[in-house]
């Protein structure tokens, strides 16, 4: 399983469901279930589906989708690089965090070793 490293208050309004687009700078190929790592915690919090992308939206594009990524308004100009959306569904804290080693340079994306998969996986089995 992949993790992606999110900074707060992000995080935190995407496993809510308050926010269903993660803003980056380049696209993603990247398709399926992902873990949602806090960044700077070296923990997965919870865990969403990467279904698609929208790349390089434009300034009235971004700014007519605020409900969906919630960058307020005011931020958003001709310099604002994040206009890709990574949109997420399914999105759900863990009952209890999984810690993770995380590796040295990793700012983006985390392989997430077999146990630490195995041990968030085991918190989505619905008994």
């Not at 993770?100 to 070793?113: K, M, Q, R, S, T």
Request: glycine residues 8%; contains cysteine.
């Amino acid at each position: 399983m992949k993790g992606l490293v999110i900074d707060e208050p992000w995080i935190s309004l995407i496993v809510s469901g308050e926010k269903t687009w993660e803003m980056r700078s380049r696209n993603t190929l990247l398709r399926g279930r992902i873990a949602l790592i806090r960044k700077g915690s070296k923990m997965v919090i919870g865990v969403a589906d990467l279904v698609c992308t929208f790349p390089k939206l434009s300034v009235p594009e971004l700014k007519a989708s605020v409900g969906n990524h919630r960058v307020s308004e005011s931020e958003i100009g001709k310099e604002f690089k994040h206009s890709t959306a990574w949109v997420l569904q399914g999105a759900r804290p863990l009952r209890k965090p999984v810690p993770y080693p995380h590796p040295a340079g990793a700012v983006i994306w985390v392989n997430l070793d077999p146990d630490v998969t195995a041990r968030v996986e085991q918190q989505l089995v619905v008994g």
